[in-house]
């Protein structure tokens, strides 16, 4: 059976680090690969008009529909750190998992989400600090429905000194992140 994947790419950069460490991860995945640009993609931001309130479902109409098909076996988050936390654009398109928000808490309806496994990828340059990202990737991940991503989190932290076509650890872990994501 072959597995479907979805990145959710959280860069500006079309050949930065992040791009680097995709492009290796791509390499290395079988399957079906979706990539989808938080900066390039036709995905709105959450306006709160709490339509969902009503039905769990969103009432925008935009690339957002890929994601909530939930079709995936896998996702990866791939995106740059930006004083330290995720970059606005990322932000805004986890806004719109206020679907699900409102199905658990407002409508009491489970989400019922397909299992499927989380794969991390986060550079940064500076101090490398990406302490401030955690609590946004954990939600981002519930979520999706997506679970291992701590244990398979692929780091490169000091882009600025070593730029992350020349870090081997993280090169090695997205080679291993894409042997687990392709494991039955």
């Known amino acids: 059976m072959s597995k479907k994947t979805l990145i959710i790419n959280g860069s500006p950069r079309l ?3 992040t791009a680097t460490l995709i492009t290796e991860l791509k390499k290395h995945l079988t399957g079906e690969v979706v990539e989808i640009s938080a900066y390039r993609s036709k995905i709105a931001p959450c ?10 479902k969103c009432v925008v109409k935009d690339d957002m529909s890929l994601i909530y098909n939930d079709d995936f076996d896998n996702v ?3 995106s740059p750190v930006y ?12 806004s719109r998992f206020q679907p699900q928000h409102a199905a658990m808490f407002f409508l009491n309806i489970p989400l019922n989400l397909r299992p499927k496994k989380g794969g991390l990828i986060l550079t940064a340059g500076g101090k490398g ?7 946004h990737i954990r939600v981002f991940f519930r979520q999706m429905g997506a679970t291992g ?3 398979h989190a692929v780091k490169s932290l000091h882009t600025d000194d070593l730029p992350a076509a020349q ?4 090169l090695e872990d997205v080679k291993k992140l894409a042997e687990w994501l392709n494991e039955e």
Do not use: I, Q
Not at 47 to 56: E, P, Q, S, Y
Not at 83 to 92: A, E
Not at 167 to 170: E, L, P, Q, S, V
């Open 76 to 78: 990866v988050l791939a």
């Open 15 to 17: 050949h930065g680090d």
């Open 47 to 56: 306006v709160d008009c709490r339509g969902c309130w009503k039905t769990a």
């Open 129 to 135: 600090n990406a302490d401030g990202a955690a609590h």
């Open 167 to 170: 870090d081997t650890k993280a």
């Open 149 to 151: 991503f701590e244990e």
């Open 83 to 94: 004083y330290m936390t995720l970059p606005g654009p990322v932000l805004s398109l986890m």
